[in-house]
C-alpha cells in the first residue's frame, strides 16, 4: 500500500473514529449539553480549515477573506430554505438542495473574485481578499428581501418599504439577518461533510491538478515554463476552496435560530481564526489544520471552569503548538520518535 494511501485512511479514520466514541459518549449520558451544542460548529470549523489549507498551503497564497465565502453560502442557502420551507416539506431534501446552492453560490464568487484578485501575490492578495470579506458583509446588511403572491420584492430602505401584502412575510431584513431559518444541521450530517471535504481535497491533492497547483507554489516561473496554465490551476484550487467555505456556511445557517452578518460570526476576526487553524495544525497538512480546529474551538470551552486563567492557558497551548510545529528542533525530536519505516526515503538513505 502507497504511502499516501496510508496516510488518506488514517485521516478517514480519525474522523470515523472520533464520530463513534461521540456516539458512544452521548448514548452513555457523558456529554454535557454544552459540548453537544459545539459538535455542529466544530465541523463547520473543520471545513473551513481544510478548505483553507487548499489555497494557503497547497496552493502558497495567503487569502484573508475566507469568511467572506461562508457567509456568501450561509446566505444563499438559508434564503432558499426560508422561501422554500412551506412548497419542498422534506427537510432532507431541502437541506441538499440549500447546500447545492450555498456551494455553487459561493464558487461563482470565488470564480468572479480569484480572476483579477490571484494576479496579485502576497500582501496585497491578503488586503484584496480581506476587503472582500468586510464587503460582502456590509453589502448583505442593506437588502431588504420579502415574498408574498406577488413574488420576491426588494428594497435597500427598510422592511416597510417591501410593501408586502398581509400574508408576505420578511426574508432578509437587513442587519437583521434571516430568522426562522429549518434547523436541519446535525451532527451527523456535520460529520458527513468533513468527510466529503477531506475526499474532495485530498483526491484532488494527490491527482495531477494537484501536482500542477503544488509546482504553481514551489516554483511559478519553472511550472509555467513547462506549459502549465498559471491562471487555470490558481483558479481551481482558489474556486474549490471558496465553494467548500460555502458547504460551512451552509451548516452554519442551518444551526442557528437568526442568521446575522455580524463582525463576531463573518468579519475579519472569523478569518483569522480559520488561518489560526491552519498555521497552527500545519500549512499544507490536511489532517493537521482539521484537528487544530477541533481542539483550539474545544479547548476555551473545557477551560471554561477555570474562568481566571482559561485565555492565559489558551494562549499558551497556541505558543507551544507553534514551537512544536514549526521549530527544527522539535522536527528533529519528532523524527527521532518516529519508525523508521516511516521517515521514508531520506531516513533509509542515511543507514
Known amino acids: 500500500m502507497k504511502k499516501v494511501t496510508k496516510s488518506n485512511i488514517i485521516t478517514y479514520s480519525i474522523v470515523i473514529a472520533t464520530f463513534v466514541i461521540v456516539q458512544i459518549l452521548i448514548l452513555a449520558g457523558q456529554v454535557s449539553s454544552l459540548i453537544q451544542g459545539l459538535l455542529v460548529p466544530l465541523c463547520v470549523y473543520a471545513i473551513l480549515a481544510i478548505s483553507l489549507n487548499l489555497t494557503v498551503g497547497i496552493l502558497g497564497e495567503l487569502s484573508l477573506g475566507h469568511a467572506g465565502f461562508m457567509c456568501v453560502g450561509a446566505f444563499a442557502s438559508a434564503f432558499f430554505s426560508k422561501s422554500m420551507v412551506d412548497s419542498i416539506p422534506l427537510s432532507g431534501v431541502r437541506f441538499l438542495i440549500a447546500l447545492l446552492i450555498g456551494a455553487a453560490v459561493a464558487g461563482l464568487f470565488g470564480i468572479i473574485i480569484g480572476i483579477p484578485v490571484l494576479r496579485l501575490k502576497g500582501d496585497y492578495l491578503a488586503i484584496v481578499t480581506l476587503a472582500f470579506g468586510e464587503i460582502i458583509k456590509n453589502v448583505i446588511n442593506v437588502f431588504y428581501i420579502g415574498q408574498d403572491n406577488r413574488g420576491f420584492h426588494f428594497s435597500m ?134 484537528i487544530a480546529a477541533v481542539v483550539l474551538t474545544l479547548l476555551p470551552e473545557l477551560l471554561r471552569g477555570l474562568n481566571d486563567y482559561r485565555m492565559l492557558i489558551y494562549a499558551v497551548v497556541l505558543i507551544v503548538m507553534m514551537l512544536f510545529n514549526w521549530s527544527p528542533k522539535a522536527k528533529e525530536f519528532r523524527e527521532r520518535l518516529l519508525p523508521t519505516k516511516l521517515l521514508g526515503k531520506n531516513k533509509a538513505t542515511k543507514g
Do not use: C, W
Not at 430602505?157 to 431559518?181: F, H, R
Not at 519553472?222 to 451548516?251: D, P
Open 157 to 290: 430602505q427598510n422592511s416597510m418599504a417591501l410593501g408586502l401584502e398581509e400574508e408576505g412575510k420578511v426574508i432578509l431584513n437587513g442587519p437583521q439577518g434571516i430568522t426562522g431559518t429549518p434547523n436541519d444541521s446535525t451532527f451527523i450530517i456535520g460529520i458527513m461533510l468533513v468527510i466529503l471535504t477531506l475526499i474532495i481535497v485530498l483526491n484532488l491533492i494527490n491527482s495531477r491538478d494537484g501536482r500542477a497547483i503544488m509546482s504553481i507554489r514551489d516554483n511559478r516561473i519553472a511550472a509555467e515554463s513547462v506549459g502549465i496554465n498559471i491562471t487555470k490551476y490558481k483558479l481551481m484550487a482558489f474556486s474549490i476552496s471558496a465553494a467548500l467555505a460555502g458547504v460551512a456556511g451552509v451548516l452554519y445557517a442551518h444551526n442557528i435560530a437568526t442568521l446575522t452578518a455580524q463582525a463576531n460570526n463573518f468579519g475579519y476576526n472569523m478569518s483569522i481564526t480559520i488561518l489560526v487553524f491552519v498555521v497552527l495544525g500545519g500549512i499544507g497538512k490536511i489532517r493537521g489544520s482539521m
